[in-house]
């Protein structure tokens, strides 16, 4: 079980997080786990604990971990509603996350990956390197910035696609 290793509470960290994920995927390493929110982050503020919750609800393995500091969703009361809320997709997708486990083991494609295993001919596909494919059926796109809110900017493949917060 690969571990992105003893990581620290920054928002580049974060954001290099999705990256290292894809190219464990792309050397056979198709179970990665972080430790959500960092090793060595301490009492995080409400907006990156959201972020990494959110980022992973889509990751191969969810651990809420830490050497020092809260990681649980109760220790954040003001984003603790949101933050179950991702805890409960996350376990809502659990028969979509062993499909991928299973394809994984059989056919050796990685659960996570670059668009660019989906979308070769796509130069777009190589150029947002933040964004990735949760099997091939799911786009992620994760924020790594600070703030209650936050937006960035997506590259979406040819067809049809379906944002899951609005429809």
């Known amino acids: 079980l690969p571990i992105s290793g003893d990581t620290y509470s920054t928002w580049d960290m974060l954001a290099f997080q999705s990256i290292f994920t894809v190219k464990e995927g792309n050397i056979g390493i198709p179970y990665v786990t972080h430790d959500l929110g960092s090793y060595h982050g301490g009492t995080l503020s409400d907006d990156m604990y959201m972020r990494w919750v959110q980022f992973g609800t889509f990751q191969p393995i969810f651990r809420l971990h830490s050497k020092q500091g ?68 799911m786009l992620v796109s994760p924020i790594a910035t600070a703030g209650a809110t936050a937006s960035k900017e997506v590259w979406f493949p040819e067809g049809k696609w379906t944002n899951y917060f609005t429809n």
Not at 89 to 114: D, N, W
């Open 70 to 137: 809260k990681r649980l969703p109760w220790q954040y009361p003001n984003v603790s509603q949101q933050a179950k809320e991702f805890i409960r997709l996350r376990h809502a997708l659990l028969p979509y996350t062993y499909t991928l486990a299973h394809e994984s083991a059989s056919g050796g494609m990685p659960i996570v990956s670059g668009v660019y295993l989906y979308y070769p001919s796509s130069p777009e596909a190589y150029s947002y390197e933040n964004q990735y494919l949760f099997g091939e059926k």
